[in-house]
């Protein structure tokens, strides 16, 4: 697809394809507000706009579109795209090593249970081991200030995706 064909598309098939790539039901809501999108730049500034008015209540519904670090599926319902992208994003950390993978699992449900989400990352062309090392630094945090770095990190796969939607780089 192209920005051109975004712009093009009804609303209930844009708003498919922007939920792939974040889950915010009102983020999405602001991104078809934006359009048509002028350039891949100004889509993507009206994407970061859009994050910006987002509240902890949205970033929980964006996060909980994501699978954990080594799995397929999300809690929320996500489409064939999102599934695609988020399993292309991790393919670094998927070939790591066993006990690599073991000790992300371990790490995941100890990050759940400390902050009662799952962990979320830009996994793109990650290790493991440098997630590993990412998610133990990040148990030290306070929960509002690790909220915060989650919501960065949403930002930045919603970024990679839209890109990766119009076809660009």
Not at 82 to 91: C, K, L, R, V
Not at 124 to 139: F, H, N, T, V, Y
Request: hydrophobic share 40%; glycine share 8%.
């Amino acid at each position: 697809m192209t920005l051109e064909g975004l712009n093009a598309l009804p609303r209930p098939e844009a708003a498919e394809r922007l939920r792939s790539c974040c889950g915010s039901s009102r983020w999405v809501d602001r991104m078809l507000v934006r359009r048509p999108f002028g350039s891949p730049e100004a889509m993507l500034a009206a994407a970061d706009d859009a994050w910006r008015e987002m509240g902890r209540a949205d970033w929980d519904e964006a996060f909980a579109h994501h699978p954990r670090i080594g799995e397929r599926h999300a809690a929320a319902p996500t489409s064939a795209a999102a599934q695609a992208w988020s399993a292309g994003e991790q393919g670094a950390a998927a070939r790591s090593g066993a006990a690599t993978r073991a000790a992300l699992a371990e790490a995941n449900a100890a990050y759940e249970r400390r902050f009662g989400r799952i962990y979320l990352v830009c996994a793109a062309g990650r290790s493991g081991e440098e997630l590993l090392a990412d998610i133990e630094r990040r148990m030290n945090s306070d929960p509002e200030r690790e909220r915060a770095v989650a919501a960065g990190e949403q930002r930045k796969i919603t970024r990679l995706r839209l890109r990766t939607l119009i076809g660009g780089p």
